[in-house]
């Protein structure tokens, strides 16, 4: 398995455009998580989905951010319109579900500069 | 809610020099505490959990209740050690939630 992939790996674009991010998790894996990684705040969790429906989105900045899971095996992350301060490497993680062991499988992630 | 503090950004030491990451958090129930790492220009990864009480190449992070922390160990620091370093607790809602991080230099 490839692990956790993830598109684009790099994204510069300018304010006011969409940004979309791709996930694909792990087969089997029934939950997905996205991160936004900054220097300032570390790892702060934006969205998961278990079986492909959104348990908590409490962590998306503002109506800007939507995250959708139409299956298994594909998630994204849409950002509409973008700005500076969304500037940031967005991560996608993955985990067998069921509480499990906690442990996350991470992508390599997406940097995101917003000009 | 649940939180977790790191407070050292960047930390420092000497190869074989001990080591210590601190980690606190807040949480009312019973949490489990995680170490994540990353090394440089590889993926996030699991380095030790406190239910497990292992040992990850010479890592270990014993469980505080009483200070509610979850501090990382080791008694002398490799140069490979060097990577960034995050703590996270899962709670009830079983999702976790990680620390600021702290980015440590291993120091020749």
């Known amino acids: 398995d490839a692990g956790v992939i993830q598109s684009p790996r790099h994204e510069v674009t300018e304010m006011g455009q969409e940004v979309t991010l791709r996930c694909k998790p792990i087969s089997g894996h029934n939950s997905l998580f996205w991160y936004r990684q900054t220097m300032m705040r570390g790892l702060e969790l934006l969205i998961y989905?278990?079986?492909?429906?959104?348990?908590?989105d409490s962590g998306m900045p503002e109506d800007r951010f939507s995250a959708k899971m139409p299956n298994a095996s594909f998630s994204t992350l849409k950002i509409q319109p973008s700005e500076p301060r969304d500037s940031a490497v967005y991560f996608c993680?993955?985990?067998?579900?069921?509480?499990?062991?906690?442990?996350?499988?991470f992508g390599e992630g997406s940097r995101l500069t917003v000009l | 809610a649940q939180r977790v503090t790191q407070p050292e950004k960047l930390l420092s030491v000497f190869k074989g020099a001990p080591v210590e990451l601190k980690c606190n958090y807040s949480y009312s129930g019973s949490p489990e505490l995680f170490w994540y790492v990353q090394y440089s220009r590889q993926r996030l990864q699991l380095l030790l959990r406190?239910?497990s009480r292992e040992s990850i190449k010479g890592f270990t992070a014993d469980l505080n209740k009483g200070e509610t922390s979850f501090h990382l160990k080791k008694p002398f620091a490799q140069e490979e050690d060097s990577a960034m370093y995050y703590c996270?607790?899962?709670?009830?809602?079983?999702?976790?939630?990680f620390g600021s991080g702290t980015q440590l230099t291993v120091l020749p």
């Open positions: 993680a993955s985990s067998p579900g069921g509480g499990g062991t906690g442990e996350l499988f």
């Open positions: 989905f278990n079986n492909n429906v959104p348990i908590d």
């Open positions: 406190h239910i």
């Open positions: 996270a607790s899962r709670g009830s809602a079983r999702q976790l939630t």
